[in-house]
């Protein structure tokens, strides 16, 4: 009891700030970086992220790829298990992805892991066997997964937490009871003990995690923290031990009074505005074009924001891998002076009847978050210019998304944090959706944009085995969806972490994905 007690008394907690409420942490359901940070240290897929965040084995010792690209074999570390001492099977997995595809789960993320062969013809009823899934168990040890053609990120695709496996004794057990507190299990460095909503979820050090021995952290606090200023606050005075945000405002002064805690880099994300195509009039292109050329992304990221970020025109980040020989999109308004693109969004909206005295009523949405006001603040005195009154919606990002999912808005702001080094990440989002259970399951393609043509060159990428071949259709879908003004991009985004000097292991990546199993602390 004595050597309890001591281990107590000298645990390693780590406080961090990780933003908004948890909608969920079941991997089928969640869709925020909040989400994921909580999800992957809980649960380990057969690929893990490094310190960098690249791919490398995680529950899986092993694996092999058939000399076409398509057969992946993955060999499992012996004596895996979950925390209740049940042993981690290859029969999972293949519940796992079952579970994703199936139509009844409705997942809104399944389609990252529709290179798995009839994945897709599952999430939508056209394939009713499971059995005809690529994902297989040849024994406890081994999966089998086959794809529907070459993916040149598909072990990258594995690090996502749609991969990763789920328990199957306890959902037989629970059905999707299972990701309360007293029920919930993990594979992974840390098991879920506490959920307090609003405040705080609590996670500790798993004894029965593979590499346990290398884990430092013992226990792991996610506290809700919407409120970016009260945040900072609480870092200084030794609350949090890492931000995952900050005030932007106070950037420069973080940079000079907490000098080797910021951790602001580029990484591979995107903010932007969707627009509900379901409703008129922002079904007609020439509105949306409009409302995007109106947009001075020049002055966001340095005078709104005061970080820095650089303005974005097209969909895909400079930098993503898999897209090289592609010139980043530009619209064709690109060379005019923002003075002059007012000129022409005015001048449209005035063809469409709408003018200053007989404006176009618009309601923006976004989840709470000063940055955020700052930008549609900002953005609505813009539109104002071409005879647009915005009014501005703000609430709990759960209730945002849910509203984004429902298209229960005009215009609303997202943001996307590439789950892979790939094109197609970013480009799925502008996908049409699919039938499932007799109703359009429009997945995270908020704004309910559809094109056929663009459809076709994404299906025909899907399958195309030359790279600079790939690449050249996925450039051409980006040209289509952004000539019709799919979505408003902003910006690409900065990570914007701040790190408490007791902490070690931190290092900035494209991904800026951060698993706590890497770090460490002193006191």
């Known amino acids: 009891m004595a050597a309890l007690m001591t281990g107590a008394a000298s645990a390693v907690t780590l406080n961090m700030m990780n933003g908004s409420e948890p909608g969920s942490i079941d991997p089928h359901q969640a869709s925020g970086d909040w989400e994921n940070r909580i999800i992957g240290d809980y649960l380990e897929g057969l690929m893990a992220e490094d310190v960098n965040a690249e791919a490398i084995p995680g529950q899986a010792e092993s694996y092999e790829i058939s000399e076409d690209g398509l057969v992946y074999t993955f060999t499992l570390r012996d004596g895996i298990q979950w925390s209740d001492g049940e042993p981690v099977t290859a029969e999972d997995f293949v519940f796992a992805f079952q579970r994703l595809f199936d139509p009844k789960t409705a997942s809104d993320y399944a389609y990252l892991q529709f290179p798995i062969k009839n994945g897709s013809e599952i999430a939508d009823g056209s394939v009713t066997d499971f059995n005809e899934l690529g994902v297989k168990a040849i024994d406890d040890k081994t999966v089998e997964i086959t794809l529907e053609g070459p993916t040149p990120f598909f072990l990258q695709a594995l690090t996502h937490y749609t991969a990763y496996p789920v328990p199957k004794h306890v959902i037989d057990e629970v059905g999707n009871d299972w990701t309360k507190i007293e029920n919930i299990v993990s594979n992974g460095p840390y098991t879920p003990t506490e959920w307090t909503p609003g405040s705080y979820i ?106 820095g970020e650089l303005p974005a025109y097209g969909w895909v980040p400079e930098g993503t891998a898999n897209y090289e020989g592609v010139e980043p999109y530009q619209p064709e308004w690109i ?87 790939d094109p197609s990440n970013t480009l799925d989002l502008l996908r049409n959706g699919i039938m499932q259970d007799g109703a359009m399951n429009w997945g995270n393609n908020y704004g309910r944009y559809q094109n056929d043509e663009f459809d076709s060159l994404m299906d025909q990428a899907t399958t195309e085995l030359d790279l600079a071949a790939r690449a050249k259709l996925l450039g051409q879908a980006e040209k289509i969806a952004m000539d019709e003004t799919a979505a408003f991009p902003i910006y690409w985004y900065i990570a914007q972490n701040v790190v408490s000097p007791k902490v070690t292991g931190f290092v900035s990546n494209a991904s800026d994905i951060h698993r706590t199993r890497w770090l460490s602390k002193s006191e």
């Open 202 to 307: 609590k996670s500790v050090k798993s004894d029965t995690y593979w590499d346990a021995a290398n884990v430092q952290i013992d226990e792991v606090n996610y506290f809700v923290q919407d409120d970016l200023a009260a945040a900072l606050s609480r870092y200084r005075a030794g609350e949090y031990d890492i931000l995952t945000d900050i005030p932007s405002d106070q950037a420069e002064w973080i940079k000079t009074n907490l000098p080797g805690q910021d951790y602001f880099a580029p990484f591979l994300g995107i903010y932007y505005y969707v627009i509900n195509q379901e409703k008129e009039p922002f079904d007609n292109p020439d509105v949306r074009k409009a409302l995007s050329m109106s947009i001075n992304r020049d002055v966001i990221g340095p005078d709104v924001l005061g970080t």
């Open 335 to 421: 060379g005019l002076s923002y003075e002059e693109r007012v000129a022409e969004a005015k001048s449209i909206m005035e063809g469409l009847g709408y003018t200053s005295a007989s404006p176009l009523a618009v309601q923006l949405k976004y989840n709470t978050n000063d940055n955020h006001q700052r930008i549609a603040v900002a953005i609505s005195s813009m539109w104002e210019q071409i005879g647009v009154k915005t009014e501005l919606f703000n609430s709990e990002t759960a209730v945002h998304y849910d509203a984004l999912r429902a298209g229960d808005f005009d215009i609303g702001r997202a943001g996307w944090l590439l789950d892979y080094s």
